[in-house]
């Protein structure tokens, strides 16, 4: 798969001349073409700029005065592996070339040059940077060997959601995504990357709960050689590598009290440091956090910080719970089915009626993670051409209490408990459930509450 020339993603670019006319005009080649362009004069200003930030060019002049342009080759990829070295020079010579080559420039590039030339070399980078991250999308997609994930929705509040985070994916506002584990969190934190300018570079993601305090700070904000046991090399951290691109925080209610003062600075100034390292560094990703707590509970039992809440509440998206968009039930199972039927060579032409009824008023507490995994088993235990009751888990279709008929010696709440149940089975969503029932939403919420539905 090629990269659309008509689309090439701009660089941050590091230039690196004595010579203030080159450094004028070939910032304005580059900024001209989109990039965005730090200039420097020296191999120490190189340095130090690399080691704030992560740059996916670095133009650098063969000769700095009495310095050699070459020996920053091998240093600044060591301080960013990614980072396109190309030697411009007016003293080009085969050695000379093959020598740069040889530390790992990417390009060689000599005096006098034109825009054109120049304008081809980003652009060689450009479609580099964008392969590598086709690259990295279609690994992470087969590592999860997952059903493709689509927001397609048939639920008016889902809609609601999804064109509130369309509105918001192009803007640099931070994010927080609310709802019930297993909703999609991730995934419409990935959705809105896609749908941002940020879209060609990296989308990561770190789990908050998974790690202790002292790792998880060295994962987010990388740490030096020697900071701690077993910290045998520099490592950038999860936020040098989102550069230019998307950082999620998953499960942010768990963020330790320790670290959450650098993530405010963070998304207050877009600075920070390693661990072990005093260099102050620039942060140029966007952040987004997900959570299935209450923040506004943690803030009031302080162990979670009222100013980084309110930094990350800048754009508050909630996810409704399965149960919630029941419309949604019935698509989302039939696309799991033909993707675990394909996966798994079963020719399963789809579910029974009475699936189908057991899948529409069970009331998933997983949500749609658990729905994946039911399908998925029922799909394994089927050898017939429809999935049945028997092939889901029990707990979806428990044991039948008998059908109480009117007149029969049963309380009137067990009569309208049963009559609640049927018709949220049967209506296309909430609205026309309350509305067959001649209740508002809010009665039949109190309602479905009380009767656990």
């Known amino acids: 798969m090629g990269v659309s020339e008509n689309f090439m993603p701009s660089l941050t670019v590091l230039l690196v001349d004595d010579e203030p006319n080159i450094r004028k005009v070939l910032g304005i080649s580059l900024e001209a073409e989109g990039h965005h362009v730090t200039a420097v004069s020296n191999v120490k200003d190189a340095l130090g700029e690399a080691r704030r930030r992560c740059f996916d060019l670095a133009l650098v002049d063969l000769r ?28 080009a010579s085969i050695d000379t070339a093959v020598e740069a080559m040889r530390r790992g420039a990417f390009d060689y590039l000599p005096k006098p040059f034109t825009h054109e030339q120049v304008a081809l070399v980003a652009r060689k980078v450009a479609e580099v940077r964008a392969l590598e991250q086709q690259v990295k999308t279609l690994q992470e997609t087969l590592s999860e060997v997952s059903p ?12 609601r959601t999804l064109e509130l985070a369309r509105k918001v994916a192009d803007s640099e506002a931070t994010i927080l995504i609310s709802g019930e584990s297993g909703t999609g969190k991730t995934v419409l934190a990935r959705a809105i990357h896609s749908w941002s300018s940020r879209a060609g570079k990296p989308f990561c993601v770190v789990s908050c709960p998974s790690l202790s305090a002292e790792l998880l700070e060295s994962e987010l904000f990388g740490h030096a050689k020697g900071a ?16 230019g691109g998307t950082l999620l925080l998953d499960e942010i209610s768990d963020l330790p009290l320790s670290i959450q003062p650098k993530l405010l600075r963070v998304l207050q100034d877009k600075t920070y440091e390693r661990v072990g390292d005093l260099e102050t560094r620039k942060a140029d990703v966007r952040i987004m956090a997900a959570t299935n707590a209450d923040i506004e509970a943690a803030v009031k039992d302080k162990t979670f910080r009222e100013d980084l809440f309110y930094r990350l509440n800048v754009v508050d998206i909630v996810i409704p719970p399965l149960r919630e968009r029941r419309e949604d039930i019935l698509p989302v199972a039939e696309r799991m089915l ?8 079963r020719r399963i032409l789809g579910l029974t009626e009475e699936a189908v009824r057991v899948l529409q008023t069970y009331d998933w507490p997983g949500n749609v993670r658990e729905l994946h995994n039911a399908i998925e088993r029922a799909v394994l235990l089927c050898n017939e051409e429809r999935i049945g009751v028997e092939h889901l888990p029990v707990r979806l279709a428990p044991t039948k209490e008998p059908v109480p008929n009117i007149g029969d010696l049963v309380s009137l709440e067990k009569i ?32 479905r509450k009380k009767y656990g539905i």
């Open 64 to 91: 700095l005065g009495t310095e050699s342009g070459m020996e920053l080759i091998t240093a600044l990829r060591a301080l960013c592996s990614w980072t396109r070295i190309v030697i411009i020079t007016a003293y």
């Open 148 to 159: 493709e994930v689509d927001l397609a929705t048939r639920s008016p509040v889902m809609q």
């Open 228 to 243: 701690f046991t077993g910290a045998v090399r520099d490592y950038p951290g999860r936020i040098a590598a989102g550069q």
């Open 338 to 345: 033909a993707f675990f039927a394909r996966q798994n060579h």
């Open 416 to 447: 309208e408990e049963m009559h609640i149940r049927r018709v949220l089975a049967a209506a296309r969503s909430l609205e026309e459930a309350a509305e067959v029932l001649g209740m508002d939403s809010v009665t039949l919420w109190r309602r």
